[in-house]
Every structure is written in structure tokens, then in C-alpha cells.
């Protein structure tokens, strides 16, 4: 496969903007929760559809929402 | 990084291209048409096209949601951001979609206040801190990005906010699949599903293709390893005689879904009889509007907007390019009067729009092809 050589970028709008991140704990309103990105970046993120979540469980936040959660690391 | 770099192995690849290899009949040509936006986007980034075989075609199909956005309805987003007190909110990539008569970015340019937002709950967060102004969100995206938008508004509605309201251009991903198959220039051997749009719909609603169309399905995830197995799954059903909706991506994608993204949408949004696809024309049932719980909530009503169709500039071949009949360099204005700094049609102002796509990583690798 050839390296990519141009800048990565995504389209928020786009469906292949899925991020994985790991749960931290509760935030300040119902259903959202602080998270962290692969690169360390917290955010705060919607978990309505998936819950219950715990700490430390991964999940796929798409446009500031967890649309799934994800199985352990390889 | 885990759990992607597994998926962006380039020695598995090539075990996976000589699958593929394997797999094909060298006497038939393949048509596999990948249906996401980000499915279009990797195959270019990595140069998958150039691990298939000659005779197993990629065609780019029509879910950049950005891509598909008419310029009409551009057009109603910047009237609506003119609007004294308007604060407008919208993804990144929707700024530089050109409607009849410039951008929204130009729009900002010209004294409107435009802002980019990763979420809709950013927009609603806006419009708390800013009770004096009217903050509206110009929600565009398929079924994987709708929940979003409902979300933010039964937040709003629970909350009273009333100085919020969303232009509501969401769609939905099976009408214009099946738009798609009843088109007498198509022909396609089997779909690329769409990843994220099937964490939300699950893969059931794919299971007309097969059955009523004879196609199979596979949905795919979006690293280079993804699309790869993806293409060798669809090609083993078509080499074994099989028409069937496979998972690749089952390692995110639920068989049914999410039950909780797909409550929420019903009770906020309502399907519009029909709604505009750029260069695919009006669809029936494809579009969501504000159900009629939420109509306070939407800016169409709360705002004057022209609502005027506006035709495809006549040079843009978009529609061809979303339908899979032409190439993106097939089009006549692709790379010359057409580019993401300067586009003319939608495919090409979106990362995940296959001409953008293409014209950011693909020429490297047909100059390569030409040269060997």
C-alpha cells in the first residue's frame, strides 16, 4: 500500500468519522460523559444510546455522540 | 495506534491482493461500488485500486453527504445566516459548498456570522451562552449523523431553549441505493455497505439489494485492510454464486443496529415526501424533516428562506461521477476549472467527495500506472 503523501483530513459530516475513545467518568448534564481520544484529547460526548457505560469501556463517538460501544483492544 | 494500525498492514495487504487475484475470473470485468464517502476516501489515500486486479473496477457512489447537498438548499442556509442576530452553525466542510451565488463562507466574508461546529451540541451550547441571538444548525448527514441532531433537540426541547433551530437536510442511505439500482446506466456486481451509517440502521435494511435486486453486500470498515477484505468477500460471493449482505465490520457493526439511535430519530424527525439529490434528482421518502413535536425547532419555519431548485452548473458532471458513469478526470472540468481550492460542484469540496478524493492522492498513482 502506498504511504499517503497529501495532509489526512476527514469530514466531520461524513459517516467515516468515527472516533474511538475511552470513557473517564461522568460530565456536568444527563447522558454525557468525558472521554478521551487515541491521542490523549478529552472531550465531552452524548452516551444517550449506548448506556450504561463504565469508566474505561471504549466506545465510537461520531459527531460528539457514542453511536456503539467497541469490544477490548486487540 | 491499536486497532488501526492492525488494519493498515501493507504485507497482509498484499496477502489479501493475491486472495483477491485468486478470487477473480480474468474472462469478467467487476463493478463494485463502494458507497460511503470514506470508503472513496481510503481507496485513493492508500492506492487500494492499484492492489485489484485489472478487470475489478471501484465506482465511487453517492454517500458524501456533503456531495449530495443541492445548491438550492445552500442557498436557503445563507439567506437564512443573513438574518439580523443569526448565528449560523455548520460542519466544517459545508463553508465551502457552493450555492447559486457564493459560499457560506463567503457569506461570513460578507458580515454574517458563520461558525463551524464538530456537533450540533456544540451549536446548542451556543445558543445557551447566547439567549439574545438565534442560533441555528444546518444539519446535514446520513443516519449516522441524524441521532446527533435529534439529541440536540429533544436536549432543547427538554431544556427550553428557544432560541434554537436547526435546517434540517438529513438522509437516509437505502432510497438512493435503490434509486441507484432502477438506473438504466448502472451496472454494478455488488456494494462496499457503509460502515458507520450501519452501526445505526444495522444491515438488515441492505437485505432488499440481494433479494430483490441480485446483488451482494458487504459492509465494510474504512482502514486500507477493510476495503481490501471487503472487496475479496463480495468477489468470493459473486466466484461461488452466492447474493447475500455480509458484515466485514462486525468488530463495530451490530447485525440490528442501535434500537436507542433509531427511537430517537422517529420521534424527532418525519420523512419528507421526496427531497433533492445532487445530480441524482428528487428522491421519494430519502429526506427527514422536523416532526411535527419539533416544528418550533425548525428554521425553515422560523425564518424566511427562498426554497428556490437551482440547477447543477451546466459544465459540473457531478451526477455522472455520483452515479458511477464517469470517472472524476473523466469530467470535463476536473482539475482545471474544478478544484478544492476552487470547486464548482460538491464533489469536489468535500475530503470524502470522489473527485476531491482523487484529485488529493489519485493523480500520483495514475501518473505511476502511466509511467510504468
Known amino acids: ?74 | 495506534m491499536r486497532f488501526v494500525d492492525e488494519f493498515r498492514d501493507a504485507e497482509l495487504g498484499r496477502v489479501v491482493a493475491g486472495e483477491i487475484l485468486a478470487a477473480v475470473d480474468p474472462q469478467r470485468h467487476y463493478k463494485l461500488m463502494e458507497v460511503c464517502g470514506g470508503h472513496t476516501h481510503a481507496i485513493y489515500k492508500y492506492g487500494i485500486d492499484d492492489l485489484l486486479p485489472a478487470n475489478v473496477e471501484l465506482v465511487h457512489g453517492p454517500g458524501c453527504p456533503v456531495c449530495v447537498i443541492p445548491m438550492g438548499r445552500v442557498d436557503d442556509g445563507i439567506a437564512i445566516a443573513h438574518e439580523p442576530g443569526v448565528i449560523f452553525t455548520c460542519f466544517g466542510d459545508m463553508l465551502r459548498v457552493p450555492g447559486s451565488d457564493g459560499t457560506l463562507l463567503d457569506a461570513k466574508a460578507q458580515g454574517a456570522d458563520v461558525r463551524m461546529v464538530y456537533s450540533p451540541l456544540d451549536a446548542l451550547r451556543i445558543a445557551r451562552d447566547q439567549p439574545e441571538r438565534q442560533v441555528v444548525f444546518f444539519a446535514i448527514g446520513f443516519e449516522t449523523t441524524a441521532p446527533s441532531t435529534a439529541l440536540t433537540l429533544m436536549r432543547a426541547k427538554a431544556e427550553g431553549v428557544e432560541n434554537f433551530s436547526v435546517v434540517c437536510n438529513h438522509v437516509t442511505i437505502v432510497p438512493p441505493l435503490r434509486a441507484l439500482l432502477e438506473s438504466p446506466d448502472l451496472r454494478l456486481e455488488g456494494f462496499i455497505g457503509p460502515g458507520h451509517v450501519s452501526t445505526v440502521v444495522g444491515a438488515r435494511p441492505f437485505q432488499f439489494i440481494p433479494d430483490q435486486y441480485g446483488k451482494p453486500v458487504v459492509i465494510s470498515g474504512f482502514e486500507p485492510l477493510d476495503v481490501l477484505q471487503s472487496a475479496l468477500m463480495l468477489l468470493r460471493q459473486l466466484g461461488e454464486g452466492r447474493c447475500e449482505v455480509e458484515n466485514q465490520y462486525a468488530r463495530v457493526v451490530p447485525f440490528d443496529g442501535n434500537a436507542a439511535a433509531l427511537r430517537v430519530m422517529g420521534e424527532v424527525f418525519a420523512l419528507r415526501p421526496h427531497f433533492e439529490w445532487r445530480g441524482l434528482g428528487f428522491i421519494s421518502q430519502s429526506g427527514l424533516r422536523l416532526s411535527d413535536d419539533y416544528a418550533d425547532f425548525d428554521a425553515e419555519r422560523r425564518f424566511s428562506a427562498p426554497g428556490v431548485r437551482v440547477a447543477d452548473p451546466k459544465a459540473c458532471q457531478c451526477g455522472e461521477v455520483l452515479k458511477g458513469v464517469i470517472k472524476p478526470w473523466e469530467c470535463k472540468v476536473f482539475g482545471t476549472a474544478c478544484t478544492p481550492e476552487r470547486p464548482i460542484g460538491t464533489c469536489m469540496v468535500s475530503s470524502e467527495g470522489a473527485c476531491a478524493a482523487y484529485y488529493n492522492f489519485g493523480r500520483f498513482a495514475r501518473g505511476e500506472r502511466a509511467a510504468v
Do not use: F, I, N, Q
Open chain 1, 1 to 74: 500500500m502506498r504511504v499517503p503523501g497529501p495532509p489526512s483530513c476527514h469530514c466531520a459530516t461524513c459517516a467515516d468519522e468515527g472516533v474511538p475513545m475511552r470513557v473517564l467518568g461522568v460530565a456536568a448534564g444527563a447522558g454525557l460523559y468525558d472521554c478521551a481520544g487515541e491521542d490523549g484529547e478529552t472531550t465531552t460526548v452524548d452516551m444517550t444510546l449506548v448506556e450504561p457505560v463504565a469508566p474505561d469501556e471504549r466506545v465510537l463517538v461520531h459527531a460528539g455522540v457514542a453511536l456503539v460501544k467497541l469490544g477490548a483492544e486487540p
